[in-house]
């Protein structure tokens, strides 16, 4: 006997990377709910600010809801304080959304990326109850078990228990991590029915750049990248 559940799995992957002067973040663009593929074309990406992104992975309807609650609550900071909330600023008014819904959450898994007040990267990694942290790299979604393995074995972040404290941010070139983020994508596509079309962006000092490839599992190539600045 089946029964009602308010929540459902909507699958899909996020990863993000945090440079010296840069943010990469990607998802995928399949919605799918068990063996059914609802759409191929679904952004998991959403922008808050100018130096600060948004990706989000679980039950759709509740990432909907999440990201135009943070879009009002930035509205209003931007009326209350002429000027744009900043990435870490963003990342604690998140954990306090996520921790006031803790009795009813939203069922989304997040990451939030983008540059800080110095200009650096910054990732922060989320619960569904809003513990955070702030890391180097971080993956969340049904991919996110096979991901994560690997940006550890290529990154080996330090720990945070470490003292003195140790930046977080990646060695890597701008380039070096747009390509990790296509090979964590082309392993997760082949192993994880939920993870297929995907789409990066990409946030280095100055501008923001829109990056799409698609990862076919029965292709050997990534196919057509595509730049886009706005």
């Known amino acids: 006997m089946s029964r009602f559940s ?3 799995n909507n699958g899909g992957s996020c990863v993000a990377i945090a440079g010296a002067d840069y943010c990469v973040i990607a998802s995928d663009t399949r919605m799918s709910t068990g063996y059914n593929i609802l759409t191929r074309d679904h952004s998991k990406i959403y922008k808050l600010a100018d130096k600060c992104i948004l990706a989000s992975s679980g039950f759709q309807a509740d990432m909907k809801a999440l990201q135009k609650l943070l879009a ?3 509205l209003i900071y931007q009326h209350q304080h002429n000027k744009q909330m900043s990435c ?4 604690q008014l998140l954990s306090n959304t996520l921790y006031y819904k803790r009795f009813f959450p939203y069922y989304t898994f997040n990451v939030l990326g983008g540059l800080d007040n110095e200009g650096k990267g910054c990732v922060y990694t989320y619960d569904a109850v809003g513990s955070y942290e ?5 993956a969340q979604g049904s991919g996110s078990v096979l991901i ?5 074995n290529q990154l080996k972040s330090p ?3 470490l003292l003195p404290a140790q930046d977080a941010v990646t060695p890597l070139s701008q380039s070096e991590a747009i390509d990790l983020v296509k090979t964590c994508f082309a392993s997760a ?6 993870t297929v079309s995907s789409r990066v962006l990409f946030l280095p000092k100055y501008m923001v750049y829109l990056m799409f490839f698609f ?5 050997p190539s990534l196919g057509n990248v595509e730049n886009v600045a706005f």
């Open 72 to 74: 009002a609550r930035h």
């Open 215 to 219: 990862l076919l599992p029965v292709m």
């Open 148 to 152: 994560m393995p690997f940006l550890d």
């Open 134 to 138: 702030r890391v180097g790299y971080s």
């Open 6 to 8: 308010p929540y459902d």
């Open 159 to 161: 720990s945070p228990l």
């Open 88 to 91: 870490p600023a963003m990342g």
């Open 189 to 194: 596509t082949e192993r994880d029915i939920h």
